[in-house]
């Protein structure tokens, strides 16, 4: 069944069922027991001590991806914990001695050949406990290197044919005062063990002797190759074949770098805690639907990847125990395995419909667990059928005491990630916390940080008003929410109410005439001054004037990059007309149709540009800025006008991809105000 802290048993499941039809509860109910009656009907059978056995389905792949690349420490699994109070070392050692002793699995190599690898049970010997003392140090200095010491001893690989798969390191922090690691291979361990190995522990270094087990991890891998018979893997094959048919082959999240080529499985890890009142909140709302604490959770999740990928149909990974046998309840092992749950997002849903759609996936999912992860992938033709995982953490299980000392998780972070993003909710003493282990190659801590404030408020603004629509549920955190609307929105400026470009651009003049205004990056040499563009500018200006133009006048400009364009541009300006670029290496027939349709009486350009692009349009005095300088500027000097804030300054032509290209104006007044406002901000 799925990893959830408030289902942990068949009848928790299907405690889910409360909301469904009378018929699909019923359905549900006795694929439900089919399941349950296969698991137990003959129950596991106790193989003969040191007997070897063939690897469970999940080892198999884990044992392969370690062969691929070979001393690897992606798949180690530390459990690190700080211990106040006092400790025995002595008894410790005896204490983990026994755990090993207790549980085979932890003493067991895989050997064979990559045919048909095997578990192979070794003698117990002693485990391994490395003491470092940081006592002396500083608090600052302390600290510093418990985390350098804790996050080394979890990232030592494994030599999976030789080494006992349980390992610890004891730092000393002061007299009663210790950091604890545990460190196993996930093939010897999943997220359920670590819980057991610590009740272990705890009897073990009391002096008391837990009930011996039922079986070994090894019977249930012997006997889990004997379950699956060809009618029933076919038909698992067959949910699993119609469930994924069409899923996206990725989630498509805003990563702050591209993919690499080759990923690698550098990670990192941040945590933030959203408190007991909305872990209260959560659990409540889960009463409400029928269902447990993962689903809600999930559901949130799922609504944050939707609006982030902005996808409609949604694959995430989850684990399902795979404990579904008594005899199972007490050992240590790898029998979970991992799961895509599929959710989509058509009909415009509500955040309730949502959690109905994840309780559905993931009890489908439980009917169906058995068909292990790299089957169905198999299956699919993928080499993964999700980049993202949510895997909930049971703390619940954890002592809080070795011996007279008290014991608290400590996070730790190795550096490493399985998968683009990992979260991993968790009821704790302090309330709910959320952790997510991200890939370095893709994001930034920043970035993950935001994403965790984000999955916060997505999660109580849902569990609020389940009822509300998807897409109407706020992502944006109230901070994040004033910056976008009152700052980077905040676009006006207080600026003198008659203020025009033309204005400005005199104003700078007189203010820097000496300046450089405008270069040419193809001629060094070529330049103009501030006071030397607004001579001309105003000299072509008066030619203009005489021509008619005048305020709501549009003058095509159609010339190369040059310093006669910025001249033209801004003479146009003071003129009082508007401007109408016009690009020369547009065609001649959209060139003729944009100064039709502008209706312009004057067009500048260059004599160069006129006698390649624009020898047949006709209807506008052509005037050659280059070539006809002397004969503009002797023309006349007609007055120039004082332009107005609303006076139109330029129109410019949409692409007419949907049609005709059409002209959008644009005033004055609103360039200023955002001239302006660029020079305040920048």
Known sequence: MIVDTASRTDDALLAQLDGLSPAKRALLEQRLREARSRASSAGIPRGAEGEASPLSFAQELLWRLEQAAPGMSTYNVPRAMHVVGELDLAQLRKALNGVVKRHAILRSVVEGGTDAPRLAERAARDVEVNVVDLSALDPVARKQESMRVLREAASEPFDLARDLLLRATVVRLADEEHALVLVSHHIASDGSSGGIMMRDLDALYRGDEPAPLAIQFSDFARWQRTQLDDARVE????????????????????????????????????????????????????????????????????????????????????????????????????????????????????????????????????????????????????GALFDVMFAMIDESAAPAELGDAMMMPIALDRGVSKFDITIGPAFTSEGLRVGIEYRTDLFDAATIQRMLSHFGVVLAAATAAPDTRVAELPLLTPAERDLVLNEWNATEVTYPGQATLSSLLSGQAWRTPDATAVSLASDPSAMLSFAELDARATTLARALVVRGVKSGVLVGVCMERSLELVVSLVAIIKAGGAYVPLDPEYPADRLEYMIADAKCPVLLTQARVKEAVLSGVHGAEILCVDAQWDAIASSGAGELP?????????????????????????????????????????
């Open 642 to 682: 004082t332009v107005q804030p609303d006076d139109l300054a330029y129109m410019i032509y949409t692409s007419g991809s949907t049609g005709k290209p059409k002209g959008a104006l644009n005033r004055h007044r609103g360039i200023v105000n955002r001239l302006l406002w660029m020079q305040g901000e920048y």
């Open 235 to 382: 038909a698992l094959k067959t949910y699993w074949r119609k469930t994924l048919a069409g899923a996206p082959a990725r989630l498509e999240l805003p990563t702050d770098r591209p993919r690499p080529l080759a990923p690698s499985f550098n990670g990192a890890r941040e945590t933030l805690l959203l408190g007991n009142s909305l872990g209260e909140i959560v659990q409540a709302t889960a009463r409400a639907h029928s269902t447990t604490p993962f689903v809600v959770l999930l559901a949130a999740f799922e609504v944050m990847m939707h609006r982030y990928s902005r996808q409609d149909d949604v694959v995430v990974g989850t684990v399902v125990t795979g404990r579904s046998q008594p005899e199972v309840e007490g050992v240590v092992g790898y029998f979970s395995n991992t799961l895509p749950l599929r959710v989509t997002f058509e009909g415009d849903p509500t955040f309730a419909d949502i959690v109905a759609r994840v309780r559905d996936a993931s009890l489908g999912a439980n009917e169906h667990a058995e068909l292990p992860y790299e089957t169905i992938a198999l299956e699919q033709r993928a």
